[in-house]
């Protein structure tokens, strides 16, 4: 399985259908996720239900982030958040790649 970081990299193997690892770092999802640790992260599909605090891979205004859903507007446009309320923005479906499936 592809271990990945918060990265184009990872996006492109979760938009040709693949589940990855992917390890983000930094301090803003705590304690949810700890910096470092490997998540499996699953593509995102046409039948996927995204839901309000679902942990996503998504990229907002040019960065890419596994961050949660924080709001749902319209059920197409979604806000990306850290876990301590801080909003990176609003983004659409097709910039959210994958979705957490289990913390390792």
């Known amino acids: 399985m592809f271990v990945g970081r918060e990265n ?5 193997k979760l938009q040709a259908g693949e589940t990855i690892t992917i390890i983000g ?3 803003s999802m705590t304690p949810i996720l700890k910096s470092g640790q490997p998540v499996i992260v ?3 599909t046409a039948e ?3 839901s309000k605090n679902d942990i996503v891979f998504c990229k907002v205004a040019g960065h890419y982030y596994l961050h949660k859903i924080s ?3 319209n059920g197409n446009t979604y806000q990306i958040s850290n876990n ?14 994958g979705v957490v499936i289990e913390k390792l």
Do not use: E, M
């Open 48 to 50: 996927t239900v995204l």
């Open 8 to 12: 184009k990299i990872s996006a492109d």
């Open 84 to 97: 301590h309320g801080h909003a990176n923005g609003w983004c659409s479906r097709r910039c959210i790649y």
């Open 25 to 27: 770092l930094g301090q």
């Open 71 to 73: 709001a749902i507007r």
């Open 42 to 44: 699953a593509p995102v």
